[in-house]
């Protein structure tokens, strides 16, 4: 088994529309699909992302408020999910609800050990 991340990317514009009952109702269909994950021993950790942050550059010389990526580009939270594969990992990830919006997407990624030997 493989760690991988993913990475929500889009439909926060859409998700803001909603009224505040369509959001409780579409926050329980996350619940739902985490929980499924969880269950089966698949879902490790995971959490939404704050809108605002900061990039730093030049080994800390250069601060700038961030993130810079616009619409479907900025990451909107992650999962962390334990899968045999990348084919396992992309199949888990395509009941995600983030598809319920137009635009959004979920970036799939292995997560990589670092030998320090």
Not at 32 to 52: A, N, Y
Not at 54 to 81: F, S
């Amino acid at each position: 088994m493989s760690n991988f991340m993913y990475l929500f990317r889009g439909g926060d514009e859409n998700f803001k529309k909603l009224s505040q009952e369509e959001k409780q109702a579409h926050m329980e269909v996350w619940g739902e699909w985490m929980g499924g994950l969880k269950e089966k021993g698949q879902l490790l950790d995971g959490l939404p992302l704050g809108d605002e942050g900061r990039v730093v550059h030049n080994k800390g010389q250069l601060v700038t408020n961030g993130p810079h990526a616009e619409g479907a580009e900025v990451v909107g939270g992650y999962l962390i999910v334990s899968a045999k594969d990348m084919d396992e990992a992309v199949e888990l990830s395509k009941g995600c609800p983030i598809f319920d919006y137009d635009g959004a997407y979920v970036e799939v990624r292995e997560i990589m050990t670092m030998d320090t030997h």
